[in-house]
């Protein structure tokens, strides 16, 4: 399986962008699909999942990011809005192939910088 993730950029606090995650490899439909993220001094943080079309946010980022897939594409999105300072951070797209609850496949990584 191969992650391959985009989208991040520098934004405003109170911006918008869109990460996106481009799945190879591996039949995407079955996979649970996540969004991690690491800012510089920190551990990494789950921030969103999918499965099917169930998806979940963090306690941090409810309400402002949505996670959606679409099977056609072999993507999984990352919808931020109302962007703050504290979400700058690198992200990072997972999959858990077997549903186990082990992320064992990792994209790249993009980062999303919110200045104030």
């Known amino acids: 399986v191969q992650l391959q993730a985009s989208g991040g950029g520098l934004v405003q606090a109170g911006g918008s962008l869109r990460l996106s995650c481009l799945v190879s490899?591996?039949?995407?439909?079955?996979?649970?699909m996540a969004w991690f993220r690491q800012a510089p001094g920190k551990e990494r943080e789950f921030v969103a999942s999918?499965?099917?079309?169930?998806?979940k946010t963090s306690d941090s980022v409810k309400g402002r990011f949505t996670i959606s897939r679409d099977s056609a594409k072999r993507t999984v999105y990352l919808q931020m809005d109302s962007l703050k300072p504290e979400d700058t951070a690198v992200y990072y797209c997972?999959?858990?192939?077997?549903?186990?609850?082990?992320?064992?496949?990792w994209g790249q990584g993009t980062q999303v910088t919110v200045s104030s």
């Open positions: 997972a999959a858990d192939v077997a549903r186990s609850g082990q992320f064992m496949y």
């Open positions: 999918i499965y099917g079309s169930a998806g």
């Open positions: 490899g591996r039949t995407f439909s079955g996979n649970v």
